[in-house]
């Protein structure tokens, strides 16, 4: 699935915001908020400390040589998607749960991270010549665990948001076919634009019904701005991305009925690279194991997003 900037980008969008973006607490009736998923403050975990995440030696010695002696792990991430990662109102440095957690498995392998900000459609592409690893809210599908392997870190649904008060009258129930002949905002190349460009605009026809219109934007913060600013119905996103847009908007929008499509999400790794990936793998469950994961969800308001277990690429469809 995937993603959104801002905490703002904040300053500045949420001055946009009154005219075109960001978003407030979830509008009564049809809207619904996950449990657990509350929106964190502007500043977030952005004070997390990786120094406080100690070295694992053995873990450590699983890692590629030249990873080793570069000292640094290199991630691709695409900073405009919070909560999980987007830029600080500084511009340029990467904050959120997924950067944090990154932070803390690079810690836990000796490493320092180095999250480079990339065009989300780019990441994986580019995993083994120019990134280490991508973390990037990944959705875990066949089709990426053929290209990649893919540790599963974190669970997210997917979800709608409209203007508060649903002015376009769009069924809370039927997800995601309720849509049908709405024009829905999404970003490119998530897994909700491929549904909506396939499962979900076949469906509509075959009901009889027109198609959904796809309003498409690179980054996912165009895709909330756009809501909020009347040239689209509907945003489809993961539902952590519409629980952040909701709260940091100021009661822009809302949620459209249930969280639906719950998937799991997860850290690429080359597939040549089996010593890269062991080690995230294991990083990834000490961290797990030890709270820290815990801790750092907490933070961010994403606890229930949370997994028990590191699943090197898991079953999915």
């Known amino acids: 699935m995937r993603k959104t900037p801002l905490a703002l980008v904040a300053a500045a969008a949420v001055a946009l915001s009154l005219t075109a973006c960001s978003s407030g607490q979830p509008g009564s009736g049809s809207s619904q908020t996950p449990a657990g998923t509350a929106a964190p403050t502007s500043t977030g975990s952005s004070t997390f400390d990786p120094t406080t995440v100690a070295k694992d030696d053995s873990i450590a010695a699983l890692l590629p040589d030249k990873i080793k002696t570069a000292g640094t792990l290199v991630v691709g991430s695409d900073t405009s998607y919070a909560p999980a990662e987007y830029l600080a109102e500084d511009g340029t440095t990467p904050i959120g749960y997924d950067v944090d957690l990154t932070k803390a498995i690079a810690a836990v392998l000796g490493l320092k991270a180095n999250i480079q ?73 998530t897994v909700e634009d491929d549904e909506l460009t396939n499962a ?23 895709v909330t701005t756009n809501l909020v600013g009347g040239k689209a119905d509907v945003m489809f996103a993961d539902s952590p991305i519409i629980a952040y ?58 606890t229930a997003g949370a997994v028990k277990t590191a699943t090197l690429n898991p079953s999915v469809s």
């Open 117 to 189: 900000s990339a065009d989300f459609t780019g990441i994986i592409p580019a995993i083994g010549t120019k990134y280490d690893i991508g973390v990037s809210s990944f959705t875990i599908n066949a089709d990426r665990e053929k290209q990649v392997n893919m540790v599963e870190y974190f669970n997210a649904g997917e979800a709608f948001a409209v203007p508060a008060g649903n002015p376009g009258k769009i069924e809370t129930t039927g997800a995601p076919n309720n849509v049908c002949g709405k024009t829905v905002g999404v970003q490119t190349g």
């Open 200 to 222: 979900v605009t076949k469906a509509c026809t075959d009901a009889g019904k027109p198609a959904p219109t796809p309003l498409r934007y690179a980054a996912q913060s165009d």
């Open 245 to 302: 847009a909701i709260a940091q908007t100021g009661g822009q929008l809302e949620q459209l009925g249930d969280v639906f499509e719950s998937a799991p999400q997860g850290i690429v790794v080359a597939k040549d690279d089996q010593a890269l990936t062991t080690a995230i793998q294991k990083a990834v469950q000490k961290l797990i194991d030890d709270g820290t994961y815990g801790k750092i969800l907490a933070a961010w308001g994403n």
